[in-house]
């Protein structure tokens, strides 16, 4: 997975866009001002943040925020909005539409050099690139072994340790095993609950990830979904469970 060095703004005061651009260009990334909901889905897919001014009232950016969380193409890309201090109903409005971060003006003002800082190191990093976690590789173990509760605890602590968009790569790995573990106690709609959250997890790292061949697990993953649907909760003691797809690492074919 890479990451384009760019960063989204819609921030229309002057003041803070000029200081935005004058910290991006120190640190080698462009910034994109998207002016509509298709522009700023487009810069978005590839941009190592956004930076959204509350204020911006000139432009429906709740709903784009909305609409960006709720597509695996973009909704892993962190959102930082800032405004008042005194608004809290916005504050509010803007965390329950997917904004990750929301700081005050004056926070925001004084943080700015940190934040492009790390928006700029987060570029620069490529965690997919990175050998897969030890944890992982004994989460990935027990889930192709078949002990998909034990896969879960495993992988969740590695989950939890990453703070980076890689993250999402385990809880859609262990979310697949939680998907196998409610087949075998016979709960179709549990099963394909698992499932739908774990392909919008893992969709942002195909086709491979830390030596994860996330295409073939969504693709094999994709097929047992379908298999239940078909059944029904009443006939899916049907399915075949040796049809349950491994994790499969590239390096080690």
Request: proline share 5%.
């Amino acid at each position: 997975m890479t990451t384009q060095r760019s960063l989204v703004c819609i921030v229309p005061d002057l003041f803070f866009s000029v200081k935005i651009e004058d910290l991006a260009r120190r640190h080698g990334v462009r910034v994109v001002y998207p002016r509509d909901r298709a522009a700023f889905k487009s810069a978005l897919a590839g941009a190592s943040l956004a930076l959204i001014d509350s204020g911006a009232t000139d432009l429906p950016w709740l709903d784009w925020v909305i609409e960006a969380k709720s597509d695996p193409a973009t909704r892993l890309t962190p959102i930082l909005a800032f405004g008042s201090h005194v608004d809290t109903a916005l504050r509010r409005r803007a965390l329950a539409a997917g904004v990750d971060r929301y700081l005050a003006r004056d926070n925001f003002v004084n943080g700015l050099h940190e934040i492009i800082a790390r928006a700029a190191r987060d570029v620069a990093d490529d965690p997919c690139s990175e050998p897969l976690p030890d944890g992982a590789r004994r989460g990935i173990a027990e889930f192709n072994a078949g002990k998909y509760f034990e896969q879960h605890e495993t992988l969740e602590l590695v989950w939890r340790a990453e703070n980076r968009k890689v993250r999402d790569l385990y809880r859609g790995i262990l979310q697949i095993g939680v998907a196998f573990l409610q087949i075998e106690r016979g709960n179709a709609p549990g099963a394909l609950k698992m499932f739908e959250r774990a392909f919008r997890w893992l969709a942002p790292f195909r086709p491979a990830c830390q030596g994860v061949d996330v295409d073939r697990l969504l693709r094999e993953s994709q097929a047992v979904y379908d298999a239940i649907a078909r059944l029904g909760p009443d006939r899916i003691g049907e399915f075949d469970r040796i049809s349950f797809p491994h994790v499969h690492l590239l390096n080690e074919l």
